[in-house]
């Protein structure tokens, strides 16, 4: 009698052997084998009285979770979102700008009264509470709109339905079907949108969420992204339509923005990150009626003022450095026009110009501040501002300042893809814990953003259309 003795070695050479004769979808045909014999087992076990043959959720997920239909109505759903956060945050966004700005203006007024120095007075009042005002006025309602409804669908149920509609796309980019959740989360914050990364278990797929999810436009870029289509793409349409082809402008930047984010997720899981795909089971909750508390709890609480804080703390320095580059002036020149003129040719190679790149540079902190500094550069202020509207923001871009349609287009491209604010690095730093990969997050959206737009120039140019 003989004694064979394995190793553990031996177990996993020989499991590894096995696995490569084992086809690509051998865990979701796994997976699809356990759950048809438990419904066999629970179908023979479990009678219902007067159960009928289809129920109303799954009736509804016939529809909702349909091949052909599934994705519309997701992205109708998600255009009626948009419009709702763009057309709501309008008033409230101008009201507390107006108080904000009021406070600015009394406190100015009392500085001056009581003689402190003109340099004291703007460096606080002009320069870092007017950042801080401006990030809170455009990024507080927005977010106090947009974060409710998502919770009211993620609470309703629809969510997981929108990961089962996206399992298949980033399956084949080699990510994890939960990443379609995180993505949605970034619409509204990217910082928040990579907390949500935690509902993904594995570390490889869960870092490939965290580094793409720059490319889901978040609400601070909204402003830019609003501005554009409204003045270049919504202006050519009747007044009524105007706020809807806007919408419509701006969920096809997110679109594009949800294509880059497979596109690179592909990349990352077959090079930097590559790995096994691990399973994804998800079961389908029943709808359910949502929860009031909860929604509003989570929503404001937990999602608009943890994320608002954290911008609000960033936002600060950049006021004061877009106040001391508009008033320290040098050779008859403030030190922002000297920067922008720095930046140029820079910008002209990719399509835009150096107060554009002026402007992204000092929003690092905070994307909300991207269009007041341009105006502020473009109109000569010392201070940010709103700037004109309509016509006269059409004639101020185009008519004074060079713009074409291809700055739009490319400003549109490199707003939906440049780096992450300055929260959103922050909490990719806390969430890895990881110089590298904090870094590649931040800076390969950039060369990314840098490269779409030159080639965009580039061509552009060689067809004569720019």
């Not at 979102?81 to 700008?97: D, Y």
């Not at 009042?125 to 106090?144: C, E, Q």
């Not at 006021?319 to 008859?332: E, H, M, P, Y």
Request: glycine letters at 6%; hydrophobic letters at 55%; aromatic letters at 10%.
């Amino acid at each position: 009698m003989s004694t064979t003795t394995v190793s553990a070695n031996d177990v996993i050479a020989r499991a590894d052997a096995l696995r490569r004769d084992l086809s690509g979808n051998f865990r979701d045909q796994l997976v699809e084998a356990m759950y048809a014999e438990a419904e066999t087992i629970a179908n023979r076990a479990v009678k219902a009285p007067g159960q009928r043959r289809l129920d109303w959720d799954q009736r509804i997920d016939r529809l909702i979770t349909s091949p052909i239909f599934g994705l519309p109505i997701m992205l109708l759903l998600l255009s009626i979102v948009f419009w709702l956060t763009i057309t709501g945050a309008n008033v409230p966004s101008q009201m507390i700008a107006n108080a904000l700005f009021w406070i600015e203006d009394q406190a100015a007024n009392l500085f001056t009264a009581i003689g402190l120095p003109w340099w004291i007075t703007g460096f606080v009042w002009h320069g870092v509470w007017r950042g801080l005002a401006w990030v809170v006025s455009v990024m507080l309602p927005p977010m106090a709109i947009f974060f409710p409804f998502f919770t009211i669908l993620e609470d309703l149920g629809y969510l997981p339905r929108v990961a089962f509609n996206l399992d298949w796309l980033f399956k084949k980019a080699g990510a994890h079907g939960k990443q379609a959740l995180t993505m949605t989360m970034g619409f509204g914050c990217n910082a928040a949108g990579i907390i949500a990364t935690r509902i993904i278990d594995s570390p490889r797929e869960r870092l490939i969420a965290i580094l793409t999810n720059n490319f889901a436009p978040c609400n601070g870029r909204f402003p830019t992204l609003i501005m554009l289509a409204t003045v270049f793409v919504a202006a050519a349409f009747p007044p009524a339509l105007a706020s809807v082809v806007a919408a419509g402008s701006v969920v096809m930047v997110v679109v594009i923005g949800i294509l880059f984010t497979l596109i690179v997720s592909a990349f990352l899981s077959r090079t930097l990150l590559k790995g096994e795909a691990s399973a994804f089971t998800l079961e389908l909750p029943p709808y359910r009626r949502p929860n009031i508390k909860r929604i509003i709890y989570t929503s404001i609480i937990d999602r608009t003022l943890f994320v608002l804080w954290r911008a609000v703390q960033t936002a600060a320095p950049a006021g004061a450095v877009i106040w001391l580059l508009s008033n320290i002036v040098i050779g008859g020149q403030s030190l922002a026009v000297h920067v922008a003129n720095f930046l140029n040719p820079l910008g002209v190679a990719i399509g835009l110009d150096g107060v554009i790149m002026l402007a992204y540079v000092i929003a690092i902190p905070a994307n909300e501040i991207v269009v007041p500094t341009m105006m502020m550069v473009y109109m000569g202020t010392g201070i940010m501002t709103q700037g004109p509207q309509g016509a006269d923001l059409y004639n101020l871009l185009v008519g004074q300042h060079g713009w074409t349609m291809l700055t739009a287009i490319n400003l549109m491209l490199f707003s939906l893809l440049h780096n992450p604010c300055a929260t959103t690095i922050m909490t990719m730093w806390r969430e890895t814990r990881s110089k590298k990969w904090t870094t590649i997050g931040a800076l390969m959206p950039l060369a990314i953003a840098f490269a779409v737009t030159f080639a965009t120039a580039t061509i552009a140019r060689w067809l004569g259309w720019a």
